[in-house]
């Protein structure tokens, strides 16, 4: 979602920033903006709608020289996409913030502000901070003092950056709900949403932490928690790789990170896998005496990290002898829910910063959990560090908004929870061995499927004028046309839904016809007798159909269905595989119909508010 850059140094800062929000541009955004402060003490601001390159066009023509200064990619959420609400805001030419979050009490807010004679000039949210701050300054001894009185009248999400024309040598920044990270240099300083944003000028980050306000200089950064207290915080050296600036030989991000799976699935298992099981350290310090007393498991996660949980749903309970529930982090959060004896809570995120799952998993700390676990990729994420413990996906920077190898990653790491909490109850040895080769497997796997793109692009010209289309699967391979019907969504725009097979008879079939498309996934496997009835109830009444088989299923095209074989796998490890196709198919159909691949409308990567 919308990105934030801030630095305090003796040079120039505005390349600088205007990198750093190259680097987020990722994160889906509407407008770009930049205050910086001048040798003459006086703020310039210039604000832009549109994309980053708008931003960095202006900025060449109108010279922006100055140490300290913010920038900031905006996502709407409170008024329209336009340069008036873009930011830095501003209040009465001195001060400049930027904000990521939501303000609930805004309104109220706003109104206390203009009783006081305060103009707003833009719809935002964000804005009462600018005012806020200001008015704080009034009666402080400090632009620190000023933040810390704001942010006490503040209710909801907010990462916020201030700096001040007449204290042009600090910035002053605060984090509730909505992530933020000190860069550290020589001489200078930097703030970032995202360590990525950074890694140019820094490889030393402080990760703040809930309710921290920090104080930042060219030589100083001091830090003070929820109650005042000045702490210390943890510097961690960054190994993180940006790999995303070169697309390389691929068109979108998105091909490029479809067809970087198997790399990074063989990341994911590295040094995590022995000869016949899971090694114990792969999910931290302690997982093996929490894994033992684990009878229940309750995963929470949002969009496509909630479709890898309701696969995980299906592994768990067969495999490992655990029941398991699968929510929306949203719903969890906003009903009475009851915790289950011997608890996990699993939650899943790709960047660790999703804000109903984050809050879901503080929800549930107060629930009597046995204990937390995230599966994330972002290491130092707030997720990350307020879970029990942590398995890192390792799949790398993923740029494009419509999630493929996060997704792949999050697949094997749930694969392997499986396998580490089943040998407490019951997974035989001879299983453990079995899983473990299909898990050595996979990469190799993986490249096949890809070799079937060709089939694929010529299958998506048939999509071209549709606007509608059902996904069919059967057990562990409904979420998995879930996800399917996701992506074509996204980035194609065309409307998709997923079913269960099995629910065709009550009530989908009736939009069964020449005009709707319909994809099934078919694996070999026990349910594939009952999947080709489905087929056959489909086809019974004109339908056309796209299937994706194992050979061995012994599906055959004919003028009603397109067959394409899979290569066959193990069961375990199908639903990763059939995987493949399904994104292939939603990337070509968007090409064909000249959507905006990586950065589809509406959307953003990291959703940091509810």
Same mark, same amino acid.
């Given at each position: ?13 505005? =390349? ?34 549109? @994309? ?70 833009? =719809? ?27 942010? @006490? ?17 600090? *910035? ?15 001489? =200078? ?33 001091? *830090? /003070? ?33 479809? /067809? ?31 894994? @033992? ?34 929510? *929306? ?59 029990? $413990? ?32 089943? @040998? /407490? ?30 089939? *694929? ?87 056309? $159909? ?31 595989? /059939? ?5 292939? $198919? ?25």
């Amino acid at each position: 979602m919308c990105g934030i850059v801030g630095a305090v140094a003796q040079r120039d800062v505005v =390349e600088i920033l205007v990198e750093g929000l190259r680097r987020l541009e990722y994160r889906g955004y509407d407008s770009a903006g930049i205050a910086v402060i001048n040798s003459d003490h006086q703020l310039q601001r210039i604000r832009r709608l549109g @994309k980053v390159k708008e931003l960095e066009d202006a900025v060449e023509l109108q010279a922006v020289p100055g140490g300290t200064g913010v920038a900031h990619t905006r996502w709407a959420t409170h008024g329209e996409p336009s340069e008036r609400n873009a930011h830095p805001h501003s209040s009465a030419e001195r001060l400049a913030i930027v904000h990521n979050g939501i303000i609930e009490n805004h309104e109220s807010l706003r109104e206390n502000l203009m009783d006081e004679g305060y103009e707003f000039a833009s =719809e935002t949210d964000s804005e009462v901070i600018a005012h806020l701050v200001h008015k704080e300054l009034r009666g402080a001894e400090s632009l620190l003092d000023a933040v810390q009185a704001t942010v @006490k009248q503040l209710e909801g999400a907010y990462g916020t950056v201030i700096i001040d024309k007449d204290d042009s040598d600090r *910035i002053v920044v605060a984090r509730s709900g909505s992530p933020l990270v000190i860069g550290l240099g020589i001489g =200078e300083n930097f703030v970032a949403s995202d360590q990525l944003a950074l890694l140019p000028v820094t490889r030393r980050f402080i990760f703040l932490e809930e309710g921290d306000v920090a104080e930042i200089t060219r030589k100083s950064i001091n *830090i /003070y928690d929820v109650q005042g207290d000045k702490v210390a915080r943890e510097i961690q050296e960054s190994n993180v790789s940006y790999d995303a600036g070169d697309k390389g030989k691929y068109r979108h991000y998105m091909l490029k990170e479809i /067809y970087e799976q198997s790399v990074a699935v063989t990341n994911t298992l590295e040094g995590r896998l022995s000869e016949n099981s899971v090694m114990d350290e792969t999910f931290g310090n302690g997982a093996a005496e929490l894994f @033992k007393q684990v009878k229940h498991v309750q995963i929470v996660a949002c969009g496509t990290s909630y479709h890898s949980g309701m696969v995980a749903r299906y592994w768990l309970e067969e495999l490992a002898g655990v029941s398991c529930n699968v929510e *929306i982090a949203s719903e969890f959060r906003y009903r009475t829910s009851f915790v289950q004896p011997d608890s996990l809570l699993v939650s899943i995120s790709q960047s660790g910063e999703t804000a109903d799952t984050l809050a879901a998993l503080r929800l549930a700390k107060e629930m009597g959990y046995l204990g937390s676990l995230t599966i994330c990729n972002v290491a130092g994420s707030s997720l990350v560090r307020e879970s029990d $413990l942590a398995f890192m996906t390792r799949a790398g920077a993923e740029i494009g908004v419509a999630s493929t190898k996060a997704f792949t990653t999050q697949l094997v790491g749930l694969t392997m929870l499986v396998m580490a909490i089943g @040998k /407490y109850n019951g997974l035989s040895d001879e299983d453990q061995l079995d899983l473990t080769q299909a898990l050595k497997s996979l990469p190799t796997k993986l490249e096949e499927s890809l070799l079937l793109a060709d089939q *694929i692009e010529d299958l998506a010209e048939e999509f071209a004028e549709r606007h509608h289309a059902l996904f069919l699967g059967r057990g562990n391979q409904y979420p998995i046309a879930m996800e399917g019907a996701l992506k074509l969504k996204e980035i194609s725009y065309i409307h998709a839904e997923a079913y269960a097979a099995g629910e065709l008879k009550h009530g989908p079939l009736a939009l069964i016809d020449a005009d709707m498309p319909i994809i099934v996934v078919a694996p070999n496997n026990d349910l594939l007798e009952k999947l080709k009835s489905n087929v056959e109830e489909v086809r019974a009444r004109g339908g056309i $159909l796209y299937v994706f088989a194992d050979a061995a299923a012994h599906f055959e095209s004919d003028d009603t269905m397109r067959v394409i074989n899979v290569p066959h796998v193990h069961e375990l490890i199908a639903p990763i595989v /059939y995987t493949i196709p399904l994104q292939l $198919l939603s990337y070509y159909v968007a090409i064909i119909k000249g959507t905006d691949v990586d950065q589809p409308r509406n959307l953003a990567k990291s959703v940091t508010v509810e």
